[in-house]
C-alpha cells in the first residue's frame, strides 16, 4: 500500500487546514486508518485513526479536528480547525491492516506509512 498526502501549509493560529491521503495499491477499509505526527527530536505522536466504525482523538486534538474515511475514493481526510501553534508538525498518513483496538495509539501497530506533510502555525 502507497500513502501519499497533501494539503499541508503554513497558517495562522486559529486558521485551518484540512488534510488528504491516498491510498493506493490497498484498501484504507482494511484494518486501522489514520494520522500522527512528528517535531523534530521528539516521538511521533497519535492523531486521529479510525477502525470499522469507531473514531479515535488524541485529547490534545479532540474537538478541533475530525477524521474522515471514503472507501470509494480510497482516501482518509483531516479537516483541522483552530489551530494551534502547538499543532506544527510533520503529518504522517498511515495504514494497518491488523491493527487491534488496544494498539491503535501505537506508531509501530501501523505498517504503512506516506512521506509526510508540513503543517506549520505561526504568526
Avoid at 486558521?15 to 491510498?23: F, K, Q, V
Avoid at 516521538?43 to 475530525?66: H, L, M, N, P
Amino acid at each position: 500500500v502507497q500513502l501519499a498526502e497533501s494539503g499541508g501549509g503554513l497558517v495562522q493560529p486559529g486558521d485551518s487546514l484540512r488534510l488528504s491521503c491516498r491510498a493506493s495499491g490497498g484498501s484504507v477499509s482494511r484494518g486501522a486508518v489514520g494520522w500522527f505526527r512528528q517535531v523534530p527530536g521528539k516521538e511521533r505522536e497519535f492523531v486521529s485513526a479510525v477502525k470499522g466504525g469507531s473514531i479515535y482523538y488524541s485529547d490534545s486534538v479532540k474537538g478541533r479536528f475530525t477524521i474522515s474515511k471514503d472507501s470509494a475514493k480510497n482516501t482518509v481526510s483531516l479537516q483541522m480547525n483552530n489551530l494551534k501553534p502547538e499543532d506544527t508538525a510533520t503529518y504522517f498518513c498511515v495504514s494497518g491492516p491488523t491493527v487491534i483496538t488496544s494498539e491503535i495509539r501505537n506508531p509501530g501497530a501501523y505498517y504503512y506509512w506516506g512521506q509526510g506533510t508540513q503543517v506549520t502555525v505561526s504568526s
